[in-house]
């Protein structure tokens, strides 16, 4: 009897997911792919893995065993991957960045630029995402976060500390400076309870207008006057149409990183975009701490 390793990585992507489809899209493909492994499996097993029900699929203590035995497999798969790249010193071929959607935009578009530029047979694939993707399962060879703190899973370098400020509509600024007591409205990133305490010291009758669980919709608000907004300084200089609030100080925002797996340290591509990233940030700090 065996069964086949496509099989049993379906079926631990099913014991993750719970669903047909939810297996399918982690593993790239259809969920009848998914359901016909599924059932190949079980007949070479000769045994039920899973309770089918209509919301989804139910593993059994079966489908836990062999979704366990999977998974070490798989991460010893992924080790071998991440050794056997650590040891490409070629220039050529896939590289993965995921780094901040707003981050690019704002200024590191210029960078990548010159990396291709540079490099014209690396093929650059970008993941634009505030998440920090599995870089142990190279879902990205190399992440740019912001981040208070990354983790001490990964190698990390910090590339440069920030500042962020309040900013406004030069007409929503005026009124303020002109009469500091008087109400200023805000929009606030949804996680955020009040008014930035350096603006409410300054301005401290603050009036929340609007909460947003997204940075563009946000910012975009604040261009159309619903209200002040703290933004770290690296994207406020990209944003036009917005001026800082008077006599508020800048106050510390989180770093940004640079993070990879250790396995992957001695790559050659990823060696390549180092070379042009740590210069880049060393050269341009100020635009993240200063005004």
């Known amino acids: 009897m065996q069964v086949n390793w496509d099989d049993m990585r379906t079926v631990l992507a099913l014991v993750r997911a719970g669903t047909l489809a939810g297996a399918g899209e982690a593993l790239g493909v259809t969920y009848t792919t998914v359901a016909r492994?599924?059932?190949?499996?079980?007949?070479?097993?000769?045994?039920?893995?899973?309770?089918?029900?209509?919301?989804?699929?139910?593993?059994?203590?079966?489908?836990?065993?062999?979704?366990?035995?999977?998974?070490?497999?798989?991460?010893?798969?992924?080790?071998?991957?991440?050794?056997?790249?650590?040891?490409?010193?070629?220039?050529?071929?896939?590289?993965?960045l995921t780094a901040p959607q707003l981050l690019i935009q704002a200024q590191l578009a210029p960078l990548l630029a010159e990396f291709t530029l540079r490099y014209p047979e690396i093929e650059l694939r970008v993941k634009a995402s505030n998440d920090l993707l599995n870089l142990t399962r190279r879902e990205a060879d190399l992440a740019i976060r912001i981040s208070a703190d990354p983790g001490d899973t990964l190698v990390g370098r910090r590339l440069c500390d920030q500042r962020s400020a309040c900013y406004a509509t030069p007409e929503l600024a005026r009124r303020a400076s002109e009469d500091p007591s008087a109400p200023l409205d805000w929009v606030l990133f949804s996680e955020h309870a009040a008014a930035p305490k350096a603006a409410l010291a300054c301005y401290p009758n603050a009036r929340?207008?609007?909460?947003?669980?997204?940075?563009?919709?946000?910012?975009?608000?604040?261009?159309?006057?619903?209200?002040?907004?703290?933004?770290?300084?690296?994207?406020?200089?990209?944003?036009?149409?917005?001026?800082?609030l008077p006599q508020v100080p800048t106050t510390p925002y989180a770093p940004i990183w640079m993070l990879s797996h250790r396995d992957l340290q001695h790559a050659g591509k990823l060696a390549a975009f180092k070379g042009i990233l740590l210069p880049w940030f060393k050269e341009h700090a100020d635009l993240f701490t200063h005004h």
């Open 37 to 96: 492994r599924v059932q190949r499996a079980e007949d070479m097993l000769g045994q039920s893995l899973f309770e089918r029900h209509p919301d989804g699929y139910l593993p059994t203590a079966q489908a836990h065993s062999m979704a366990d035995a999977a998974e070490q497999m798989e991460q010893q798969e992924h080790q071998l991957l991440r050794q056997l790249a650590g040891q490409d010193r070629s220039l050529s071929g896939p590289f993965t």
């Open 208 to 244: 929340i207008r609007g909460r947003f669980d997204d940075m563009v919709a946000l910012i975009a608000a604040a261009q159309a006057g619903m209200g002040a907004l703290r933004l770290p300084l690296f994207l406020a200089r990209a944003t036009p149409g917005l001026v800082p």
